[in-house]
């Protein structure tokens, strides 16, 4: 994923031509940027790279190749416990809607409310849960009160207007 801020929530739309081709371009400037990576380039930067072609590929209908890459990466971003970059992967793998997306999304949220990432991630990842859960289930509120609890713990004044 880039350094912009993180939506609070990725929506895929492959059914027009557009869309298709703008997610084929997204997936060939992945590419490139992984092809002209130095050879002191991290792990780290090959993983976010791998986040980008992954999103791409979810965007092209291609969940289980999005998945492995953004698995890949996770799997990097723990090791050098760049924990943002795990959740983000987290949030990939989620999005893909592949059998264990669930699983990817508590892993997510573990790690969004354990480490000190930023605040919008984390309230982005809770909402993840409000969105899954029953109508008449408790998750739904224990994951937003949780979000409001991250806003007041995490953000700046500034940030906490719009988080709230």
């Given at each position: 994923?880039?350094?912009?801020?993180?939506?609070?929530?990725?929506?895929?739309d492959t059914t027009t031509e557009g869309?298709?081709?703008?997610?084929?371009?997204?997936?060939?400037?992945?590419?490139?940027?992984?092809?002209?990576?130095?050879?002191?380039?991290?792990?780290?930067?090959?993983?976010?790279?791998?986040?980008?072609?992954?999103?791409?590929?979810?965007?092209?209908?291609?969940?289980?190749?999005?998945?492995?890459?953004?698995?890949?990466?996770?799997?990097?971003?723990?090791?050098?416990?760049?924990?943002?970059?795990?959740?983000?992967?987290?949030?990939?793998?989620?999005?893909?809607?592949e059998p264990a997306n669930i699983i990817?999304?508590?892993?997510?949220?573990?790690?969004?409310?354990?480490?000190?990432?930023?605040?919008?991630?984390?309230?982005?990842?809770?909402?993840?849960?409000?969105?899954?859960?029953?109508?008449?289930?408790?998750?739904?509120?224990?994951?937003?009160?949780?979000?409001?609890?991250?806003?007041?713990?995490?953000?700046?004044?500034?940030?906490?207007?719009?988080?709230?």
């Amino acid at each position: 994923m880039s350094n912009e801020e993180p939506s609070n929530s990725i929506t895929f739309d492959t059914t027009t031509e557009g869309s298709r081709s703008e997610y084929d371009r997204q997936l060939k400037l992945a590419i490139q940027h992984m092809d002209a990576l130095p050879e002191s380039a991290t792990s780290a930067d090959k993983a976010r790279i791998n986040l980008d072609m992954a999103e791409a590929n979810i965007g092209l209908g291609q969940t289980a190749e999005g998945w492995e890459l953004a698995r890949k990466g996770f799997d990097t971003f723990v090791a050098e416990e760049a924990w943002q970059d795990a959740v983000e992967a987290c949030e990939v793998m989620y999005t893909t809607r592949e059998p264990a997306n669930i699983i990817a999304l508590a892993h997510g949220i573990w790690i969004a409310i354990t480490y000190p990432i930023t605040a919008q991630t984390t309230i982005t990842m809770l909402n993840y849960v409000v969105e899954e859960s029953p109508d008449n289930s408790d998750g739904a509120a224990v994951a937003a009160r949780t979000a409001h609890y991250i806003a007041d713990l995490r953000s700046t004044e500034e940030e906490h207007e719009e988080l709230s």
